[in-house]
């Protein structure tokens, strides 16, 4: 499944399926987050937190892509990321594109 961030694909032919969306919600638990609770005092990149992240992406991104693949969807178009907080601990991660399917 190609994902293009693009809004249209000048020259492509294509049909457009529908919109399509992946998301997840993660937190981290209360040991790992007092861990990187003290590292932001002194500075520097939660480490934790980053791995987190890019695990909650990869699984927003893959439930959109499944859900593209159900539709008969070749590629996503117009992808999007977005983020919020939800509780003190806890981040949603939502991706959203426009499933279209190739025509000869």
Known sequence: ?????????????????????????QSKNFVSDFGQGLKSIVGG????????????RNQ???????????????????????TSAIMAQAAEVLVYGTAIKYRN
């Open 1 to 25: 499944m190609k994902l293009i961030t693009v809004e249209t694909l000048p020259g492509m032919n294509y049909e457009v399926l529908g919109a399509v969306s992946g998301s997840t919600i």
């Open 45 to 56: 990149e939660l480490k934790s937190y980053t791995a987190m992240m890019e695990k909650a």
């Open 60 to 82: 927003a991104t893959q439930r959109m892509v499944d859900e593209a693949v159900r539709m008969g969807a070749d590629a996503i178009i117009g992808l999007r990321y977005t």
